[in-house]
């Protein structure tokens, strides 16, 4: 059992013992005071029961007298601890929803963050292709300024002049330089996507 639950079982349970020793107190006073009407008056005063109405009146006032204050103690007592359990379950309520609505977001975010790690790591590995293929191309042109060869031909297998197949390298390294350092840019954000998956994700 969670601590919460836990708590929530002990407040019931002296809730329910704080109730049972209201009613105690309720019904002692109440006999306490009936048996002390009677033995005032019908073992110390030797009196009757009469027959008048107004006496049972006064009697009725005396009962009233006495238990109203301790019905409206006992009633404003109750009323206020509801209000005060109110307050604290609205309490825990609100937690809770903020608690919720915090992990909630932090789902998102994650959920967020795996989707643009998959995407980084897919355009990684892409970079990594499309560079082996520029490295194949480059591995060819400079196969082709050795000493022994000399005429100069493109990948299609066209002559080029050497002023352009110079700028054909010059392109083609550029080209791998560029997509090099994007793949270096992308990694560094796939680590730091990591880093957080890492530090909030478990």
């Known amino acids: 059992m969670n601590k919460p639950d836990s708590n929530l079982k002990d407040e019931l349970n002296a809730l329910e013992r704080s109730i049972s020793r209201a009613n105690i107190v309720v019904i002692v006073w109440i006999v306490g005071w009936a048996a002390f009407y009677f033995i005032w008056f019908f073992c110390i005063k030797h009196n009757g029961i009469s027959d008048a109405p107004a006496n049972w009146g006064v009697m009725g006032d005396f009962f009233g007298g006495v238990l109203n204050p301790v019905v409206a103690y006992f009633a404003f007592y109750w009323l206020?601890?509801?209000?005060?359990?109110?307050?604290?379950?609205?309490?825990?309520?609100?937690?809770?929803?903020?608690?919720?609505?915090?992990?909630?977001?932090?789902?998102?975010?994650?959920?967020?963050?795996?989707?643009?790690?998959?995407?980084?790591?897919?355009?990684?590995?892409?970079?990594?292709?499309?560079?082996?293929?520029q490295r194949t191309l480059l591995q060819f042109y400079v196969n082709q300024l050795s000493p022994a060869?000399?005429?100069?031909?493109?990948?299609?297998?066209?002559?080029?002049?050497?002023?352009?197949?110079?700028?054909?390298?010059?392109?083609?390294?550029?080209?791998?330089?560029?997509?090099?350092?994007?793949?270096?840019?992308?990694?560094?954000?796939?680590?730091?996507?990591?880093?957080?998956?890492?530090?909030?994700?478990?």
């Open 80 to 133: 206020t601890k509801s209000v005060r359990l109110q307050k604290e379950e609205l309490a825990e309520a609100r937690d809770a929803l903020g608690a919720a609505a915090a992990a909630q977001n932090l789902q998102a975010q994650l959920a967020r963050t795996s989707v643009r790690l998959e995407a980084l790591s897919t355009l990684a590995n892409t970079i990594i292709a499309e560079v082996s293929t």
């Open 149 to 202: 060869n000399r005429s100069l031909y493109d990948i299609e297998g066209r002559p080029m002049h050497f002023d352009d197949f110079k700028a054909k390298i010059a392109e083609v390294n550029a080209a791998i330089s560029k997509r090099m350092l994007e793949r270096w840019e992308y990694e560094e954000e796939i680590k730091k996507l990591i880093k957080f998956q890492g530090e909030f994700g478990e």
